[in-house]
């Protein structure tokens, strides 16, 4: 049973095109988060969802649309890509409030390379 | 702002030595501080995590103690394993941040026999 899940795994397109990733969990979570890993491994957050509604919004271009349709789902929309958008792009879930663990939890990562 | 420095990587061990990888933080209120293990081709998972001062989180060997003096938060292990080969993340959160994670830039381990 995967807790996380992400499609696609991997992603190669043509710059100017548009894409999308989606992202489920199974655990019940109220919160959700995109993260993007560069090629150097650094981590960071792009935006988290807290029962739909957008919490966290970094400063990532507003070619990058999330949408969660409801708790368990969080979508990633990419459009006009680049050659910068190459790297992989985590989907992760937690609960907050008072059933909190701390704990996020990752899904396996969708490599998107952009040529 | 917040902010993790990590020691740089790669790290590369024999076998049953002693590991340690250094963290320290920067922080505008008191986090919390967590290590996430990154294996070769996987998503994160949570390896340990500490909420106060004085807190030593620990699990499959792994420690961390959570010392607001030196506002650091070393990961060790007494005797790695082959196995434990992945990148390790030091992280934090801090309240009210919307449960943001600001992580640091990672440490690659590699265990050779």
């Known amino acids: 049973d995967t807790a996380v899940s992400q499609t696609p795994k991997y992603l190669v397109t043509q710059m100017g095109n548009d894409k999308s990733i989606k992202c489920e969990q199974n655990?019940?979570?109220?919160?959700m988060y995109w993260y993007k890993q560069d090629s150097k491994k650094f981590l960071k957050i792009m935006f988290s969802?807290?029962?739909?509604?957008?919490?966290i919004n970094e400063t990532v271009p507003n070619r990058f649309s999330p949408k969660s349709p409801d708790k368990a789902h969080l979508n990633l929309h990419i459009n006009s890509l680049e050659l910068g958008d190459s790297a992989v792009y985590f989907c992760?879930?937690?609960?907050?409030?008072?059933?909190?663990?701390?704990?996020?939890?990752f899904g396996p990562g969708t490599r998107l390379t952009v040529l | 702002g917040d902010s993790v420095t990590q020691m740089e990587g790669p790290v590369t061990l024999s076998e049953e030595a002693f590991l340690t990888i250094n963290c320290t933080y920067t922080a505008t209120g008191y986090p919390s501080l967590f290590w996430y293990v990154q294996y070769p081709g996987e998503g994160l998972q949570l390896l340990l995590k500490?909420?106060?001062?004085?807190d030593k989180g620990s699990n499959k060997g792994f420690e961390a103690t959570y010392r607001k003096e030196t506002t650091s938060f070393h990961l060790e292990k007494g005797s790695v394993q082959v196995s434990d080969s992945a990148v390790y993340f030091c992280?934090?959160?801090?309240?009210?941040?919307?449960?943001?994670?600001?992580f640091g830039t990672g440490t690659q381990l590699k265990v050779e026999l």
């Open positions: 969802y807290n029962n739909k509604e957008l919490i």
């Open positions: 655990l019940g979570h109220d919160t």
């Open positions: 992280a934090l959160k801090v309240a009210g941040g919307g449960n943001k994670l600001t």
């Open positions: 500490a909420t106060k001062a004085d």
């Open positions: 992760a879930s937690s609960s907050t409030g008072a059933t909190s663990t701390d704990t996020q939890y």
